[in-house]
Nanobody, 116 residues
Framework: QVQLVESGGGLVQPGGSLRLSCAASGFTFRSSIMRWYRQAPGKERELVAAAASIGGSTSYVGSVKGRFTISRDNAKSTLYLQMNSLKPEDTAVYYC?????????WGQGTQVTVSS
């Protein structure tokens, strides 16, 4: 079965960095577009970044452009999100997302808290 397991969240001061990981299994990772979403308290879940399956193209929501970098290691079936220059407004639960054969799958999420 499809599994997505996020890790790497934590508490960091403003201006700091974190790298999130998402270990994927149960599907052909290299053929799938992979995405990171986040959900802050009281807000809707929003798409943060996406990485294409082929060609290496990526896309970002405007608020994280220039600060976050999405990447993938197809040999390890792992998705990453490098987050730099973190701001308090980046505080949220971050989720890994994949669409497989028409169904959507989510990881359990990892909490990122940016606070001094």
């Amino acid at each position: 079965q499809v599994q997505l397991v996020e890790s790497g969240g934590g508490l960091v001061q403003p201006g700091g960095s974190l790298r999130l990981s998402c270990a994927a299994s149960g599907f052909t990772f290299r053929s799938s577009i992979m995405r990171w979403y986040r959900q802050a308290p009281g807000k809707e879940r929003e798409l943060v970044a996406a990485a294409a399956s082929i060609g290496g193209s990526t896309s970002y929501v405007g608020s994280v452009k220039g600060r976050f970098t999405i990447s993938r290691d197809n040999a390890k079936s792992t998705l990453y999100l490098q987050m730099n220059s973190l701001k308090p407004e980046d505080t949220a639960v971050y989720y890994c997302n994949a669409w497989v054969s028409g169904d959507v799958y989510w990881g359990q999420g990892t909490q990122v808290t940016v606070s001094s």
